[in-house]
């Protein structure tokens, strides 16, 4: 891809009772939110009816904002047997939503989204929000943690993708960084 072309990316959070999206677009180092928040589920009947309503809800915003590809957050391993199962079901509806739409999906664990936003793997929601604030520099208003989280699976996407960020290129010192990286000093 280009450095002039756009791109848009759905980034998704995935939950039973609150499944957070994020729609951005990209073009070059500029990225722009187009639309994010949560999908509730709080109001379903039964864990069917949440999995549907997963399914049905990232269909629409794919055909609503036509995104190119989707990332999501991978599975975390957690003490709660239980809940680890209902969170890989949600994961796997949102990837079949995506996959019905024709979308390329990429998985990233929660540590590493954390460190590409913050620096850190062991960052706490709120810090990845506010950092987020700090990176794109559009006014958004956090909702909830799960929308600046599915913010951040797409962001971290873009940084993985566009090799802006996560190149192994080796530099002699600030001088050469900057020398290659202009657009990283504000």
Request: glycine letters at 10%; a positive charge.
């Amino acid at each position: 891809m280009s450095k002039k072309s756009k791109n848009r990316i759905l980034g998704i959070d995935p939950g039973t009772n609150l499944c957070g999206f994020a729609v951005i677009e990209t073009q070059g180092n500029t990225i722009t939110i187009i639309d994010m928040g949560v999908f509730n589920m709080t109001k379903c009947k039964n864990a069917q009816e949440k999995l549907k309503q997963i399914f049905e809800d990232i269909s629409g915003v794919i055909d609503e904002f036509k995104p190119n590809e989707m990332a999501i957050e991978a599975p975390f391993f957690g003490k709660n047997v239980q809940s680890m199962l209902k969170l890989g079901r949600a994961q796997g509806v949102a990837i079949a939503g995506a996959m019905v739409k024709g979308l390329p999906i990429r998985e990233y664990a929660p540590k590493k989204i954390k460190l590409a936003i913050t620096g850190s793997g062991n960052a706490s929601k709120e810090q990845v929000a506010g950092m987020l604030r700090n990176i794109i520099q559009q006014k958004f208003r956090t909702t909830s943690l799960d929308a600046a989280d599915a913010l951040a699976v797409a962001v971290c996407h873009h940084y993985q993708t566009s090799n802006k960020i996560f190149s192994r290129k080796e530099y002699g010192g600030w001088g050469d960084f900057l020398k290659d990286n202009p657009d990283r000093v504000k």
